[in-house]
T-cell receptor
Framework: KQEVTQIPAALSVPEGENLVLNCSFT??????LQWFRQDPGKGLTSLLL?????REQTSGRLNASLDKSSGRSTLYIAASQPGDSATYLC??????????FGTGTSLTVIP | DGGITQSPKYLFRKEGQNVTLSCEQN?????MYWYRQDPGQGLRLIYY???????QKGDIAEGYSVSREKKESFPLTVTSAQKNPTAFYLC??????????FGEGSRLTVL
């Protein structure tokens, strides 16, 4: 069964720093990988979707990469801001429309 | 605006009661999902539906029931058989490009 791991579980950085969040998965036969943001008490907001044939996707200050063969994805956040403070989750999709989620990285950006 | 609407946002249940959580989407998506989120755990799949009048059990379906009579609606009933129903419940739908969208969630508390 697919297992998705996100390390570290929590991260605290000063404002302005560039940072990388990690997501690893055990089964490389994925359809795509998606990064989400979750604010306390809220639903998940989609940030970036990477199809299995793609290597990376970018949106504003966010860049996500995918290395299927090694079972890894990274989310790069440039010039972090206090408003970026949230929990970031990754999810992989298999055929049959099944999704597997990591437990998330809780990010705090200190002003 | 297109999106997923979950209601109620907060719900309190007494022991022995059934409660129903509503999930409505106007995104014209075929597949819909219900997840449960507990502190420190990843999202766990309760039920999913690929198409109207069809649904499948997920990993933790015991004590829950669903229906899919309309494309737009996928209500979840938490029955009295669910032994530990206090949790945050998230509804999602799947776009054709493989992107998963979530509602704002419903928090259920057992009194």
């Amino acid at each position: 069964k697919q297992e998705v791991t996100q390390i570290p579980a929590a991260l605290s950085v000063p404002e302005g720093e560039n940072l990388v969040l990690n997501c690893s998965f055990t089964d490389s036969a994925i359809y795509n990988l998606q990064w989400f943001r979750q604010d306390p008490g809220k639903g998940l907001t989609s940030l970036l979707l990477i199809q299995s044939s793609q290597r990376e996707q970018t949106s504003g200050r966010l860049n996500a990469s995918l290395d299927k063969s090694s079972g890894r994805s990274t989310l790069y956040i440039a010039a972090s801001q206090p408003g970026d403070s949230a929990t970031y989750l990754c999810a992989v999709r298999h055929t049959g429309n099944q999704f597997y989620f990591g437990t998330g990285t809780s990010l705090t950006v200190i002003p | 605006d297109g999106g997923i609407t979950q209601s109620p946002k907060y719900l309190f249940r007494k022991e022995g009661q059934n409660v129903t959580l509503s999930c409505e989407q106007n995104l014209n998506h075929d597949a819909m999902y219900w997840y449960r989120q507990d502190p420190g755990q990843g999202l766990r799949l309760i039920y999913y539906s690929q198409i109207v009048n069809d649904f499948q059990k997920g990993d933790i379906a015991e004590g829950y029931s669903v229906s899919r009579e309309k494309k737009e609606s996928f209500p979840l009933t938490v029955t009295s058989a669910q032994k530990n129903p206090t949790a945050f419940y998230l509804c999602a739908s799947l776009a054709e490009n493989g992107e998963l969208f979530f509602g704002e969630g419903s928090r259920l508390t057992v009194l």
